[in-house]
């Protein structure tokens, strides 16, 4: 099951939509014109072409399963009290004591410019389930430990 906001959904949909409308046709023009061309066994171009494709299928094929198999996470029905999918979560280090503030969404969601973190990066694992005052210790994959204070917990 993959569990995805309403919005990362329907990004998903216009991006299968635009593959299947648009993409497609234009890799198919590619390939007749590069057969068109002649001799395939040393046509360059359409061996390109028919890579293009089959990745393109591919691609197609696994939206088309992501979106069969996601569930839109409804954010009325998430507790606030703890750290979950969907919260912004105020941390301080407690090292350094450097604030930051992170949302915990789905993977296919990320963007860490605004902030947006995987729930399954090492950091979003050691919030999850933590309440406002609670320390999490967090193994970083470089063997260090990072150890932060959950300061506020809201929904975006």
Same mark, same amino acid.
Not at 75 to 80: G, K, V, Y
């Given at each position: 099951m993959n569990y995805v906001t309403k919005e990362g959904l329907e990004k998903l949909r216009k991006e299968l939509d635009r593959l299947e409308q648009f993409e497609r046709p234009k890799v198919s023009r590619q390939i007749a014109e590069a057969r068109d061309k002649g001799d395939l066994s040393e046509n360059a171009e359409y061996d390109a072409a028919k890579e293009a494709q089959g990745m393109l299928e591919m691609r197609i094929a696994k939206l088309k399963d992501t979106i069969s198999n996601s569930k839109v996470i409804d954010?009325?029905?998430?507790?606030?009290s703890k750290v979950s999918i969907l919260c912004t979560v105020k941390i301080k280090n407690k090292t350094n004591g450097q604030e930051m503030e992170y949302t915990l969404v789905p993977d296919n969601e990320t963007d860490l410019k605004s902030g947006r973190i995987s729930v399954n990066t090492p950091i979003a694992k050691g919030l999850l389930g933590k309440a406002v005052g609670e320390d999490a210790e967090i193994n970083l994959p @470089?063997? @260090?430990?990072?150890k932060l204070t959950v300061l506020e917990i809201s929904l975006q």
């Open positions: 954010p009325s029905t998430l507790d606030t @470089n063997g @260090n430990t990072l």
